[in-house]
């Protein structure tokens, strides 16, 4: 040691501490600090230094070790074959010394050599004990050497074979691979997590990994887990196999999941096809990878090869671009949804991720905000994986500058101004600008237009999208002043249609004040809301006027829609909106105040079959100002079927309880009876 340079001791002293924290924090506690990226420009760095100063290099080095002690939690368990680490090869230049290394060795030259090249699964590697057929024994790398046993977490994964198919099954097999989630259940788990509260994982790899050294099998039952097997370490008797592919087709056979993307190529040029390759479709796969795994084929030349201390000669790794990358939060925006949904979304300082550029990623919402405690001027981790949105997965709290900003949730909205809700019990924030927001307005107006709104005849998605893009149409209101000969302009609008759609938007004024409720477009507020709201104000005036306690009594209304309709109507714009629409002409019967008769309260009527005179929608409706429940489907508590034309199933299933079955005619004449006796009382 004495020769080499003080400063580059101190850089190795240095490195080798921060690798072997970075290695506890990953392996041991499933909680990086570091980026994988920042991890191996170290550990390259460390190489570096030590291959230029061999006198420095020591036993216990980061360079020389694989994994971390395991954990005490678990038992210890002595891995029969070592579990290695791999090399890695960062660029095409490298996976070529690769090959011409192995083809030296091997003095092999000119033959062209086969290469077994699989994807390199970011997830946690185990090893598999079976014993004539039976699962005896399962454990993790821990330092290549001891592993723990966790073999009861293992046995809840449904893709390990608890018995290896086949009649007859090796006395022993020894087998490796790695436990992944996938995409989707990661997604899933970490939603699971923020909704109770308990640990969202920064990565499936970490997700994985946690999951697996549970102490409670009964927790690691429920993760999302799946296992692919990649190496065999033990086979006996031996079966004969004269290749990797061979041994990997073989574990198919006894019931393992191998990689799909398993295939043979031949040389340098075939390696670096396959990682083009697979670099391509890396995104599509579902589950993260952050490389390729190469390895000689043939077992014989294998064995010729051997391993150096960390790692096989006969295999290397092929490195994709980085999934998490660090960077500076420069600023945070809100964006507003078509729906009114808030979501933060951070302005980064751009950074190369897995070979996109990432400017920004989405915050989620307020309480990932708190939970990720970020703040502007921050150094974030960010993450991005298959065709999921960059997510801000982390903070490097350490690196906050002095002058970091916390983010202020903003109250109102910053498309149109209106006051953002943001409701106990619900994680999104929202504008409550509705009709008037301009990020809202296309889907405002096709709300409002709908069949069970307004029901505006030829008024589709399409045209509203063109009116609104022109600017025509900013209110609804506005829509009432559309003139013919304007709409005739429009692309695929001829004198006919224009003169159509005119007639159709003069006969939806006359509407009611239920439907109108509903077209208004108010959080949460459906048809049957809608419906119980007019009848019990009677007029729009009193809705407008109530507070929130006088929205609360009415039927079906609880605490977080009466608090919707109190907002929605305390916004100017939406007030003005309503005056202006009034102005166009809109109008309806006040509806008669106070308690109506409800003939049918408390009966649940089933509409089944194509009626004639009316929808079923039309009925549905006039069944339930009547106080009857409408439900999709026959039980033993359903009051009455109407069955139309062509009526099915529902009819025959409520023929057999004996449930009374009516047609439409019968219908009609009740409603016209019980309509009748409401409009008397
Ligand atoms: N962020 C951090 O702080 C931190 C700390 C330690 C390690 N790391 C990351 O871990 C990695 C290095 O760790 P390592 O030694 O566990 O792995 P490695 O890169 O040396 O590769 C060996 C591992 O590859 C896996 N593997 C996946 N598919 C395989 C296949 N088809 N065939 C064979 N093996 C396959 C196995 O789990 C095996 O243990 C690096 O990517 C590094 O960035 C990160
Ligand atoms: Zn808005």
Redesign the pocket.
């Given at each position: 040691m004495s020769q080499a340079d003080p400063e580059v001791l101190d850089e190795v002293v240095r490195l080798r501490a921060e690798l072997d924290d970075?290695?506890y924090?990953?392996?041991v506690l499933d909680e990086?600090?570091?980026?994988?990226a920042d991890?191996?420009r170290r550990l390259r760095r460390l190489q570096v230094l030590e291959e230029a100063n061999p006198e420095l290099v020591t036993a216990d080095s980061p360079t020389q070790r694989?994994?971390a002690a395991p954990d005490a939690g678990f038992p210890e368990v002595a891995h029969a074959v070592p579990?290695l680490?791999?090399d890695?090869a960062f660029s095409e230049e490298e996976v070529k010394a690769f090959v011409r290394r192995v083809a030296d060795r091997l003095e092999a030259h000119g033959e062209p050599l086969a290469f077994c090249c699989?994807p390199?699964?970011d997830g946690a590697?185990v090893s598999l004990v079976y014993e004539h057929g039976e699962l005896v024994a399962g454990v993790t790398?821990g330092d290549g050497r001891t592993g723990e046993g966790i073999t009861s977490n293992l046995r809840t994964l449904r893709s390990i074979p608890l018995r290896l198919r086949g009649d007859d099954p090796p006395a022993l097999l020894e087998v490796r691979g790695?436990v992944i989630i996938s995409h989707a259940g990661f997604e899933a788990l970490n939603d699971r997590a923020r909704e109770e509260d308990t640990k969202v994982f920064a990565n499936p790899r970490n997700a994985a990994a946690g999951s697996l050294r549970q102490l409670d099998p009964r927790v690691t039952a429920t993760r999302p887990l799946e296992f692919s097997a990649?190496?065999v370490a033990r086979i006996e008797p031996e079966q004969g196999d004269a290749s990797h592919s061979q041994l990997m087709a073989r574990l198919g056979d006894f019931g393992f999941r191998t990689?799909q993307e398993l295939a043979v190529v031949e040389g340098a040029e075939g390696i670096i096809d396959y990682c083009r390759a697979l670099g391509e479709k890396r995104d599509r796969l579902g589950y993260d990878i952050?490389g390729v795994?190469i390895k000689v084929d043939d077992l014989r030349l294998q064995r010729e090869l051997g391993f150096v201390a960390r790692a096989p000669r006969w295999a290397t790794?092929f490195k994709f671009p980085a999934q998490e990358e660090t960077t500076r939060l420069n600023d945070v925006e809100f964006q507003v949804g078509r729906t009114g949904a808030i979501t933060p979304v951070a302005r980064l300082e751009p950074v190369s991720v897995a070979g996109v550029t990432v400017s920004n990623a989405t915050l989620h919402n307020a309480d990932e905000i708190a939970r990720l405690d970020v703040r502007i001027g921050d150094t974030v981790a960010i993450r991005r994986a298959g065709d999921v949105i960059p997510k801000v997965v982390r903070v490097l709290e350490e690196r906050r500058p002095v002058d970091a900003e916390t983010i202020v949730f903003p109250e109102h909205c910053p498309a149109c101004g209106s006051q953002i809700e943001h409701l106990e019990g619900e994680v999104v924030a929202r504008c409550s600008g509705g009709l008037f927001c301009p990020a809202q307005r296309k889907e405002a107006l096709k709300h409002f237009a709908s069949r069970r709104a307004l029901d505006i005849d030829g008024l589709g998605e399409k045209l509203i999208e063109a009116l609104v893009e022109r600017e025509w149409v900013i209110t609804p209101a506005d829509l009432f002043r559309l003139e013919a000969q304007r709409l005739a302009e429009l692309p695929r609008m001829g004198t006919k249609s224009s003169e159509n759609l005119v007639a159709a938007l003069d006969k939806a004024k006359r509407t009611t004040l239920a439907r109108f409720i509903f077209a208004l477009g108010i959080r949460e507020v459906g048809e049957t809301t809608a419906a119980n709201l007019a009848r019990h104000f009677g007029s729009l005036e009193a809705l407008m006027a109530a507070d929130v306690a006088a929205l609360e009594s009415v039927d079906d209304v609880g605490p977080i829609v009466a608090a919707h309709v109190h907002t929605f109507f305390r916004q100017p714009h939406n007030r003005e909106t309503i005056e202006d629409l009034l102005a166009c002409g809109l109008s309806w019967q006040e509806e008669t105040i106070g308690e109506r008769p409800q003939p049918l309260a408390g009966q649940s009527w089933v509409l089944t079959g194509t009626l004639e005179s009316m929808t079923r929608d039309e009925g549905k409706a006039r069944l339930q100002a009547l106080g009857a429940k409408v439900a999709g489907s026959v039980s033993k508590k359903t009051a009455c079927v109407v069955a139309g034309d062509a009526a099915g199933s529902k009819r025959e299933k409520a023929e057999q309880m004996g449930v009374p079955v009516i047609d439409e005619d019968e219908l009609l004449g009740r409603l016209a009876e019980w309509e009748k006796g409401e409009s008397d009382s």
């Open positions: 970075a290695n924090r990953y392996y990086p600090r570091l980026t994988d991890y191996d694989v994994g579990m680490s791999l890695n699989e390199k699964l590697a790398r790695e990649y190496q990689s952050d795994v790794s």
